[in-house]
C-alpha cells in the first residue's frame, strides 16, 4: 500500500483503483500497459472502473508485476473476494512461496473455511500440502495453524496428526528439547485418532527424546509400547531397543536390563547385537565389578567405530577414575584428537562430548594441574550449553567450588567473573524452559476444554 504523508496506509476501495492509481503514477497509458502485458486495454478498463467485479488471478499477475504492485496485496485482495478452492489454493502456494507466515495463515483461515466443500475435507486437503511444504518455517506455521483450528473445531483426527508433525520437526531444536518433549507428551492423548504407523513413530521417537534428556522411566514406557505394536525389521525400532537396555541400566534394575540385551540379540536386533558387549561391560560398572568391567570395556574400546568411539572413552575413563589408575587414563586422553574427530549431530553426542570434558578435568585435578581442570571444565560446561543440560552444567560448577573448597583454592576474580556468567545463562535457560512449558500446558488445557469440556479425563496409553 501506498504511504500518506503521516506514515499511514492509503486504503482503495477496489483492487481497479490501485491499478489505476499506479499506472497514472508510472506515466503508462492503457495501451503502454497493453504491450507490457499482452492484457487487451479494454479488460484492463473494466478492471479499473470495476465493472469487471472478479478478474481472473492470471489476468491480475501480470498486471501486478508491471506495475510493481506486491504480490502480497494481490494475495490479500483475492483473499477477501474469492471463496473458490483452486484459486485460494493457488494463492496458498504463493503465499508459501513469499515465506510470509501471517499471509499463509490468513491465507489457510480462508481455504479450509470455503463454503464449496466441508471443513473436514479441506483440512485433510491442507494437511496433506503441508507435509510437501519444503520451507520448515512455512510448515510449522500451517501445522500449528492446523492445530488451533482443529482444537477449535474440535477435529481431533487432525489435531493428532498436526501435532506429531509439528513435534517432528520441533524436537530437532536441541535448546529446546525438554520444552518439545512436554509438547510430544500431549499426544499421547490422542493416539487413537493416529494410524498405526503413525503411533509408533511417535512412542519410539518420543522414548529417545525421553533418553536424551534423561528420563529413563519415561523412556522404558515409549519404547516398550512401540515394540508391543511394530511388528516390523527397521532401524528405528532397533535404536529404541537398545535405549530401553540403557534406561534399565540407568535406573539400577540391571536383570530387566541383561534380560532385553538377551532378548534382542536373540532377535537379531543388530544396533543390540553391535553394542552387546558395552552394555554388559557397563552393567558390570554399576554393579562396581570393575576387574571383570576394564578389560572388556579395553575391548569395546578397540573395536569403536569413529561413532561409537567416544560413548566407549568415557565409559573407560570413568571406570579407571573409579580405581585410581591415572595412568591408562593419561594414554587414552593422547588420543583426543581422534576421539573428537566427528561431528555431533544428536543431543546424546553433544551430552558425551561434555561428560568426556568433565571426566577429563577430574584427572587434571589427580594430576593436580589445576589451571589446565578448570578450562576443561569450562569447554564440558560448553558442551552442554548447546543442548541446555542444565543439570550437568550445574554439576560441573559444583566441581568447580568443591575443588576450591576442599583445597583451599581462593577463586580469582576472572573464574568468579565467568562462573556468573554461566549462572546468568543457566537462568536464562531456567526461564525460557519453565515459560514454554506455561504457554504448552496452556495450549493443551484450552485444547482439551474446546474438544472435550471441562470435566473430561484424560490418560496416557502407555
Known amino acids: 500500500m501506498e504511504m500518506d504523508t503521516k506514515g499511514q496506509k492509503l486504503l482503495f476501495t477496489t483492487l481497479g483503483e490501485r491499478i489505476q492509481q499506479r499506472r497514472k503514477q508510472a506515466n503508462l497509458t492503457l495501451s ?33 508485476q508491471t506495475l510493481g504492485i506486491p504480490s502480497t496485496e494481490i494475495i490479500e485482495h483475492y483473499v477477501e473476494i474469492d471463496q473458490r478452492i483452486d484459486v485460494l489454493h493457488e494463492l496458498l502456494m504463493e503465499a508459501i512461496e513469499l515465506a510470509d507466515v501471517r499471509l499463509v495463515q490468513k491465507v489457510a483461515d480462508r481455504f479450509v473455511q470455503s463454503p464449496h466443500a466441508d471443513s473436514c475435507t479441506l483440512l485433510e486437503r491442507l494437511y496433506n500440502l503441508t507435509r510437501t511444504v519444503q520451507d520448515v518455517e512455512m510448515q510449522l506455521a500451517l501445522y500449528s495453524f492446523i492445530v488451533k483450528y482443529a482444537r477449535e473445531h474440535g477435529i481431533q483426527r487432525f489435531l493428532a496428526k498436526a501435532l506429531l508433525q509439528k513435534y517432528l520437526i520441533e524436537r530437532l531444536d536441541m535448546k529446546r528439547l525438554e520444552e518439545t518433549f512436554q509438547a510430544g507428551e500431549e499426544i499421547l492423548h490422542y493416539t487413537d485418532f493416529l494410524s498405526q504407523e503413525e503411533r509408533i513413530t511417535l512412542f519410539f521417537r518420543l522414548g529417545l527424546h525421553a533418553h536424551n534428556i534423561k528420563k529413563y522411566a519415561k523412556c522404558i514406557e515409549l519404547c516398550q509400547a512401540g515394540l508391543k505394536e511394530d511388528h516390523t525389521s527397521n532401524q528405528l525400532k532397533e535404536r529404541a531397543a537398545l535405549a530401553l537396555c540403557n534406561s534399565y541400566i540407568m535406573l539400577g534394575d540391571y536383570e530387566s536390563a541383561e534380560t532385553y540385551v538377551d ?13 552387546a558387549k558395552p552394555i554388559r561391560a557397563n552393567i558390570l560398572v554399576k554393579k562396581g565389578n570393575y576387574d571383570a568391567a576394564i578389560p572388556l570395556l579395553k575391548v569395546c574400546l578397540e573395536e569403536a567405530t569413529d561413532d561409537t568411539r567416544i560413548h566407549r572413552v568415557n565409559d573407560l575413563i570413568d571406570a579407571l577414575l573409579h580405581i585410581n589408575d591415572i595412568k591408562m587414563v593419561q594414554q587414552i586422553i593422547k588420543a583426543e584428537e ?26 587434571l585435578i589427580k594430576c593436580g594441574q589445576f589451571e589446565e581442570a578448570i578450562e576443561t571444565y569450562f569447554n564440558s ?41 554461566v549462572y546468568n545463562r543457566l537462568n536464562n535457560i531456567f526461564k525460557h524452559f519453565y515459560k514454554g512449558v506455561k504457554n504448552s500446558n496452556e495450549k493443551q488445557m484450552d485444547g482439551h476444554n474446546a474438544a472435550f469440556g471441562h470435566d473430561s479425563s484424560f490418560s496416557s496409553p502407555v
Open 32 to 64: 503502454d500497459l497493453e504491450k507490457a502485458t499482452g492484457i487487451r486495454k479494454g479488460v484492463i478498463s473494466k478492471i479499473e472502473t470495476g465493472e469487471t467485479k472478479r478478474p481472473e488471478l492470471k489476468t491480475i499477475r501480470p498486471i501486478a
Open 338 to 363: 581422534k576421539i573428537l574427530s566427528f561431528d555431533p549431530k544428536t543431543p546424546y553426542k553433544h551430552y558425551e562430548i561434555g561428560r568426556y570434558y568433565r571426566l577429563k578435568g577430574v584427572y
Open 381 to 421: 560446561i560448553s558442551a552442554y550449553e548447546k543442548v541446555n543440560a542444565y543439570k550437568e552444567i550445574t554439576q560441573c560448577i559444583s566441581d568447580i567450588l568443591s575443588f576450591h573448597v576442599t583445597s583451599r583454592r581462593t577463586i580469582s576474580f576472572e573464574l568468579l567473573e565467568k562462573l556468573v556468567n
Open 263 to 275: 532378548m534382542f540379540v536373540k532377535a537379531n536386533y543388530s544396533f543390540v547385537v553391535e553394542r
